[in-house]
């Protein structure tokens, strides 16, 4: 009886555990699977991978922030940022945003680059293409 | 030349540890006193063949060796020369040369302080698994992970040096060593538990044999943890300490799991009670250290620590396979053997204290564990890449984090086996009036936040129950003693080390906990762009942007934003955080720049340089009491110091006055 009773408080607990663990997931999605997926997505919250086309960075229309297109797998997202991006921000940078969709573009309120680990020999890349990865 | 001898060095290891492990085998089995005292010279051979490469190791970093891989790919030649040492541990191969090191070392010293037990098959059994532990990472380096691999092809003029963010702060000395001492340690205590099971010896013998280097183990993991912390608050600029990183978490695994046996030991030593969770403890936590190593080394996790991509992963997850299964395994064989005599009486005594501590601890690592691991079991089985927010680790820490606070208060105070109303109001009655009182002085003055007021109304009862405590067991020192306070206070904690070293690690906790608390809940912060002379006021600090520095040199360029900090009418200095690029490196990093105070942190970060109107962003930040982490951790060391002095009681002679038994009984544990 008190064993079963123990068993159950920590079943409890367990349960509630992976309530709250489901509810704080956050999902990481390469450009080309966040934008199939944007009917399904609504406005929840998720992170989207990607590389920033070259010449598409603009100051936004309203206010602070930046406006750009990130890349992958052949699909482009437009994405909206109202904080000033880092200084590593340019064409071609790996980006990860962490937003939302506000209808077609993507409304972000994180912008992280990604940290290169590789070693990169200086190249002499057009400035339209990216070099691959 | 080098990579020729370092290669030998670990062969010669591996070679030891092989050797080792078959000669104390059949020692042990053939009951042959012999075998057994030469087996164990073999720790000595692998203890200097862990040196001897480690040094050549050295010796190629300094004389830029380039024909060896992993010279070529963590150091330049311009390099300074600290990091030019600390680059021995910037990459995985390197890591595991470390980890052998202090493994050998750890083995050398146990070897040699039950030099007078070499017979014992107890201490024979452990250094057969810790020797045993010491091979399969020795053979890491043979195969897998060889920090001698030679360069492919032609020898570079120049290397690449270390990753920026490991050649940018000398903290970089100190934390992987410290971290990798503590999780290192903990294979000892592993050992002697995995020998106790084989031998079917698990009184309370091996726990004694093993405490002073699972506190050694822990001490330094705690300080490994906090100069990590401090490390990221110094170096990654967004302005806070722990963001529950894979890899942080996989250093606080074994930490809480070795926490819940540094307590739950006192109940099996005073009540031979626990003894199946202690042998589980000690597996669980040493499995653990070896998650932490896969987590970290193996490239799984997308993380600031994953600097390499490596193929020892395999290998890890099948020696910690090997490990949980075999643990399990020893376990379940002795059964019912383990079966401890004595129950707990009452829930209102020590030893139950313990038993809610162990339990809450468990229940902390399980979360962290679930979270942790979470990301890394979706992506292989669904194939689906997620992250677990920092609010689950949170919602489910911060509860059981004030419970511990509120167990720390009164678990000390319990006595064994009962408690009567009366004792329990004298020696809570005080404290608790303190927390209470500052519960409401903390709600008046206007605090924020559940759980700060909690953890500050908390920190404030354990620290006058601490106090309460010390002082009583002074009292009793000076009755029975003549002296003067100083020579009393002395005295009071040479008699019991143990007892008074685990109340200052209490006191270093509460003060991280405050700090934890004030730094989580009343940060600000703020985004600025300021053109020069351009001047804006952050919680009362006055920052002007005075202009922008370029500083060039061989190992790197820095983009430093001048910023004048004022503060009332004081002028406070100059700060100057930084973004730099290191050539090789294709991304910069950035740089903060800290004014660190005693009330409150000033955390400038430079967000993007001048741009073409000369506008620079910054971010800024006031941090509350951070400076309290590093001090509590500190305070934690010295306890664990403290705990590990041998205690010398007076002797009878020179009792003057006879000793209050109820007080006595009290301080004694």
């Known amino acids: ?133 | 030349m080098r990579a020729a001898i370092g290669y030998a060095m670990v062969a010669a290891g591996t070679a030891a540890c092989a050797l080792g492990v078959a000669t104390l085998l059949a020692g042990v089995s053939l009951q042959r006193p012999a075998l057994l005292a030469t087996g164990r010279r073999y720790v000595l051979v692998a203890f200097l063949a862990a040196v001897g490469a480690f040094a050549t190791m050295q010796s190629a970093l300094f004389a830029h060796d380039f024909s060896i891989r992993f010279v070529a790919e963590n150091v330049a030649r311009a390099t300074p020369g600290l990091y030019t040492f600390t680059a021995a541990w910037s990459a995985l191969e390197g890591s595991i040369l470390l980890w052998v090191f202090a493994l050998t070392g750890y083995l050398l010293v146990t070897t040699i302080r039950f030099r007078a037990r070499a017979t014992d098959p107890i201490v024979a059994w452990a250094t057969i698994t810790a020797l045993g532990v010491a091979l399969f990472f020795f053979a890491l380096m043979l195969g897998p992970a060889n920090p001698f691999r030679e360069v492919a092809g032609a020898v570079p003029a120049d290397g690449r040096g270390p990753n920026p963010l490991l050649q940018n702060h000398p903290l970089v000395a100190f934390h992987p060593p410290m971290l990798y001492l503590g999780l290192v340690g903990f294979t000892i205590p592993f050992s002697f538990a995995v020998a106790a099971l084989v031998t079917g010896r698990f009184g309370e013998g091996w726990l004694a044999d093993v405490r002073r280097t699972t506190l050694v183990a822990w001490g330094f993991l705690t300080v490994g943890i906090v100069l990590g912390a401090w490390w990221s608050y110094e170096v990654l600029g967004w302005g806070g300490y722990w963001g529950w990183d894979p890899v942080e978490n996989a250093s606080l695994l074994p930490w809480l799991t070795g926490t819940a046996f540094i307590h739950s030991v006192m109940v099996q030593e005073r009540r031979g009670m626990l003894r199946v969770w202690n042998l589980s403890l000690v597996l669980a936590t040493f499995c653990l250290t070896i998650l932490a190593t896969f987590l970290t080394r193996s490239g799984v996790v997308t993380s600031v620590h994953s600097f390499t991509e490596s193929p020892i992963g395999p290998w890890l997850l099948t020696f910690l396979g090997v490990v949980a299964l075999g643990g399990v395994a020893l376990v379940a064989w002795r059964g019912d053997a383990l079966r401890a005599p004595g129950r707990i009486d009452s829930p209102a005594s020590r030893e139950a204290a313990f038993l809610l501590n162990n339990l809450l601890f468990a229940g902390l690592a399980l979360v962290v564990l679930t979270g942790t691991v979470f990301p890394l079991l979706a992506e292989a089985l669904q194939d689906r890449q997620l992250s677990v927010g920092e609010p689950y680790f949170e919602r489910m820490g911060v509860p059981i984090g004030i419970a511990l606070l509120f167990l720390m208060a009164i678990g000390p105070v319990l006595p064994w086996r009962a408690v009567s109303g009366d004792v329990l109001r004298r020696r809570l009655l005080l404290p608790a009036w303190v927390g209470a009182g500052t519960l409401v002085v903390a709600l008046l003055l206007g605090a924020r936040g559940v759980a700060q007021v909690f953890a500050f109304a908390l920190a404030a009862f354990a620290l006058t129950s601490i106090v309460r405590t010390v002082a009583v067991g002074i009292r009793a020192q000076r009755r029975a003693y003549a002296g003067s306070l100083p020579a009393s206070v002395i005295s009071t904690v040479r008699g019991n080390t143990r007892l008074y070293g685990g109340l200052l690690v209490h006191v270093g906790v509460v003060i991280v906990a405050v700090a934890l608390a004030a730094s989580s809940g009343y940060a600000t912060k703020r985004e600025v762009q300021l053109a020069r002379n351009e001047s804006v006021t952050v919680r009362g600090y006055t920052l002007t942007y005075l202009g922008s520095d370029v500083d060039r040199s061989a190992q790197k360029t820095t983009i430093k934003a001048l910023v004048g900090v004022r503060r009332g009418g004081d002028d406070l200095g100059v700060y100057a955080p930084a973004i730099s690029t290191y050539p090789n490196f294709g991304s910069g990093i950035g740089t903060p720049s800290v004014k660190t105070g005693l009330r409150q942190d000033l955390y400038l970060t430079l967000v993007s340089s001048p741009n073409e109107a000369g506008r620079v962003t910054l971010n800024v930040r006031v941090n509350p009491l951070v400076l309290w982490l590093w001090v509590g951790g500190g305070v934690m060391a010295a306890g664990t110091a403290l705990a590990l002095v041998p205690a010398r009681r007076r002797r009878v002679v020179d009792v003057v006055a006879p000793v209050p038994a109820p007080e006595l009984a009290e301080v004694s544990t």
């Open chain 1, 1 to 133: 009886m008190r064993w079963a009773l123990v068993a159950l408080v920590c079943a409890g607990v367990v349960a509630w555990m992976l309530v709250v663990l489901q509810r704080n997931v956050v999902y990481l999605k390469p450009v080309s699977k966040a934008v199939a997926e944007r009917e399904d997505q609504g406005d929840r919250r998720f992170r989207m991978g990607g590389s920033v086309v070259p010449g598409t960075i603009a100051a936004a229309t309203d206010g602070d922030g930046v406006e750009f297109e990130l890349t992958e797998g052949g699909e482009v997202a437009q994405v909206v940022y109202d904080g000033a991006p880092p200084d590593l921000f340019e064409d071609c940078a790996p980006v990860v945003v962490d937003g939302h969709w506000g209808g077609a573009v993507y409304v972000a309120d994180r912008l992280l680059i990604r940290h290169g680990n590789e070693y990169e020999p200086p190249t002499n890349a057009s400035t339209t293409e990216c070099p691959r990865e």
